[in-house]
């Protein structure tokens, strides 16, 4: 059996901070991904200020502003009147007043990158875990399988569950789940874009289904939010009926919307909303949605991801480097991440119960054409959006990088 210091099983967002902050400790750690490559679309491409900021304490910023992507400052919602702002990031504190959408495939490698510069980090791609290795109640290990069939045993002092909202390893551990229930999913799909359209993140809102435009450049990345369980219902009336809905709800999107040729070109999200009661047992530590799935709302699921694996480094590297890890010392990562996850949860199913399931519906203000209160609210103070702002791009209790991780970008630059 191989063994390493820390098995980190995910090579998302979550798991290659973990594995690189860790890494930087100066702990053995290899990441297990089941795919061979990260170029994976419709997944979450939100990269926060609060994470920003992170990248440039970890010595990687000038890294990610090379990469391709578009900042957004504001939040919109479509009125009939034309678009409101709810959120203005422009007056957040700090060097980011924006969220930068980037596709994930150039974050991870980036990570990925980065971690191959340690002498500590392994990347294992093309290497599915398949179940834990045990020794009694104490998780030791796992078990994976390769993509040519191969089978092995990777042994390890901690394993760090980052494989996202359908966990193998947590439902494993027998770790359990709290669920809070969604009334909607969503159906993600692309859309070409006219130069000097909408900008930033644009939501639309009608009797009984809703559709929120993010600028993507050259094109749209389109959330259209459906009742929960009504996919397979949907797709049974055809892509005709799917264009006549987008055209209904945007009537400007009628130019463009025979880019869709069929509905194969639209991927369902399972939209999930639960937490860990417990995240971690012997030996084993949930991390990201693997502790607790998140709504799409304010694409916040990768932020708090990041800041769980930051949280969870910095706690458990001295440990692990003296040979100390308990229980005791991986529940403190939950006891620290408790609060943003509580909160940002909490945020989330209230904008579920008072909006987008009245809106759903089809008896909500926004549903039937009046304006709702929040929004006649910011209209007259505008300097409430600075509030929903803040919750959505740097978030409560935001995670810094710890000292023995930080490099300077002039080092990263030379390595």
Not at 92 to 116: K, N, S, T, Y
Request: glycine letters at 10%; aromatic letters at 6%; one cysteine or more.
């Amino acid at each position: 059996m191989d063994r390493t210091g820390v098995v980190v099983v995910g090579g998302g967002p979550a798991g290659m901070v973990a594995g690189l902050v860790l890494a930087r400790a100066g702990v053995e750690v290899t990441v297990l991904e089941k795919h061979g490559d990260f170029l994976r679309d419709f997944r979450g491409d939100t990269v926060h200020a609060s994470t920003l900021t992170l990248l440039d304490e970890l010595g990687l910023g000038p890294s990610f502003a090379r990469v391709p992507h578009q900042l957004v400052d504001r939040v919109q919602v479509l009125l009939d009147s034309g678009p409101e702002t709810v959120a203005d990031l422009k007056r957040l504190p700090g060097a980011h007043q924006h969220i930068a959408f980037v596709p994930q495939w150039d974050f991870l490698d980036l990570l990925a990158d980065a971690g191959r510069r340690e002498p500590t980090f392994r990347l294992r791609m093309d290497t599915e875990v398949t179940g834990l290795v045990t020794a009694g109640a104490k998780v030791t290990g796992v078990r994976y399988r390769t993509a040519d069939g191969g089978t092995g045993e990777l042994a390890a002092d901690l394993v760090i569950a980052a494989d996202g909202r359908n966990s193998l390893v947590r439902d494993q551990a027998g770790l359990p789940v709290r669920s809070f229930g969604a009334p909607m999913d969503v159906w993600w799909f692309r859309l070409p874009r006219n130069r000097e359209e909408l900008d930033g993140a644009t939501g639309r809102f009608s009797r009984g289904h809703g559709l929120v435009l993010i600028n993507r450049g050259d094109y749209f990345q389109c959330a259209y939010l459906i009742r929960k369980g009504a996919d397979a219902a949907l797709r049974a009336e055809g892509v005709e009926a799917f264009r006549q809905r987008m055209v209904g709800l945007v009537p400007w999107l009628e130019e463009r919307i025979g880019a869709i040729g069929s509905l194969d070109d639209v991927k369902l999200l399972d939209v999930k909303l639960d937490r860990l009661r417990r995240w971690h047992r012997d030996g084993l530590l949930c991390i990201g949605d693997a502790a607790h799935a998140m709504s799409p709302i304010g694409g916040v699921g990768i932020n708090l991801a990041v800041q769980d694996a930051v949280a969870a480094a910095r706690y458990v590297a001295g440990p692990l480097r003296r040979g100390s890890l308990t229980p005791k010392v991986l529940a403190k990562v939950r006891r620290r991440r408790w609060f943003p996850t509580a909160v940002t949860q909490a945020l989330q199913r209230r904008v579920q119960d008072t909006f987008l399931k009245p809106t759903l519906a089809g008896t909500s203000r926004i549903a039937q054409g009046r304006v709702p209160a929040p929004i006649r609210l910011v209209r007259r103070f505008p300097w409430l959006r600075v509030v929903p702002g803040y919750l959505v791009a740097i978030g409560p209790l935001p995670e810094h990088a710890p000292e023995f991780a930080r490099r300077a970008p002039e080092s990263i630059e030379r390595t």
